[in-house]
């Protein structure tokens, strides 16, 4: 043993030593290693995305531009546009405001029940959008339960789209947040206020500049993701309110108008382009710009009235704005006598499908399975190309890995309707293609979770092993994998949930004969009756069941306790 160590050591001085050769090996194993995951989304995402554009901006074989002025010109498209981004601004502003003070209580404080408070608080985002506008839907629509005590409805209004948001977005604030914040050294503002600075000055001038690249990648995260809702505001926002991602959906589902869902695809894909390229920057101003402590010398236990009551109001907000919504969902999908919901998910329906709703269930897991395998290779093939950070195409194609995560599912899904039609890729009765549009947003959580991990690796370690003698393979199997395999298996827990909900796409390819939860869900909730909405109810949580075991499972293999995602 002592041997091999010497050995091991005086390669990594060789290693070290040695001239550029190795480098330029490097970068060919990187490409090597980007093939394989830009093929992946070359055929399965650009492809069926230009398909759709392709399809509706081209007529007899000549590009109709003049489409795009009148698509922008229409009022009730602008109208559409303004409110996308408008509630976008509103919802994280929101976020925001009520989530910042449960970032600072998990930050700095420790108390017991903390590591479950934090898994609860998390579970709204591993949640399908379809489960939350459900949720909501039992908590604020007709029969609700502010409907039952008040005779108040807010569903069809733009306040249940804010608070379903908020709902889903809060974890996104106070894991990013809460996670820097953790390990910010509090001496500093400790000196600022005895140098005379009030506590209010002392955090505006040393914690909030410190904090600001985390706060900012946040609220750019959520606005991302809100401004480019779609469950949420298909269920709550009923036929008054339309986000772009909706638009998509109608123009290509019900007006099949495919070159006014062209252009808007066009228009959501250089918005999020945008969003990606301004988060990405302020990530990179958070990793080079901090010094940071060990986040478990940070917290303690709260101390004098304020703090104690500061926890109580955040333990307050986590029941009335997470858990409420998700027990009124549990407590309607329980009203009929003797789990009569969830008895009649056995039986048949040819109305909506064409086998009985909790087969849907099996058929969920099963898909999701499939495109967690997928996202793992591409993922984890994609981090360890990313491992070593260099020049403009590494980081363009770091921005490529990053687009499914905005881009229309919608249109992923109808692109592969009409796209994957033709040998050698004629998948459209295939049921692969299902877990090929989960695994596209997948992906992005795989390489975000790994990729801090693999670039932790002492890079001299995978050079001593090469000069050794072992192969790339071989290097990656013995130094890398022991060292992420956690990060592997969170990875693979965080590509199951998403793909376990995803509905954009998956609401065009799935078959009435294997549906997926959440279209289920959806299907259920489009039909009048106490059934089916009783039915929806039950697979929501059953669904939503599925998602916090996932994520509790989630928390026991975490491999620091920064909370980031």
Known sequence: MDLARTEVTEATKEAVAAPRGPRRSGSAARLGLMALPVAFFGVFFAYPVAAIVVRGLKVDGTWDLGRIGEVLGDSGIRHVLWFTTWQALVSTALTLLIALPGAYVFARFDFRGKDILRAVVTVPFVLPTVVVGTAFLALVGRGGLFDELWGVRLDTTVWAILLAHVFFNYAVVVRTVGGLWSQLDPRQEEAARMLGASPLAAWRRVTLPALAPAVAAAALMVFLFTFTSFGVVQILGGPTFSTLEVEIYRQTSEIFDLATAAVLTLVQFVAVGLILAVHAWTVRRRETALRLVDASLTARRPRGAGQW????????????LILLPLGVLVERSLDAPGFGYYKALTSGDSGIFLVAPIEAVGNSLTYALAATAIALVIGGLAAAALTRRAGRLV????????????????????????????????????????????????????????????????????????VLGASPWRVWREVDLPMVRRALLIAAGFAFAVSLGEF?????????????LPVAVARLLGRPGDLNYGQAMALSTILMMVCAVALLVLERLRTDRTGEF
């Not at 009551?309 to 009335?320: E, K, P, R, S």
């Not at 078959?511 to 997926?516: Q, S």
């Open 395 to 466: 980081r363009g194609f770091d921005a490529l890995l990053m687009l499914p995560l905005g881009v229309s599912a919608v249109t992923v899904g109808f692109g592969f309707l009409i796209a994957l039609d033709d040998p050698p890729l004629d998948l459209r009765s295939s049921w692969i293609l299902v877990p090929l549009a989960q695994a596209l947003v997948g992906v992005p959580f795989v390489v975000r979770t790994m990729l801090p991990v693999l670039r932790a690796v002492d890079e001299r370690l995978r050079e001593a092993a090469a």
């Open 504 to 516: 954009g796409a998956t609401v065009f390819i799935a078959r009435a004969d294997n549906p997926t």
């Open 309 to 320: 009551a500061l926890l109580g109001g955040v333990l307050g907000t986590v029941v009335v």
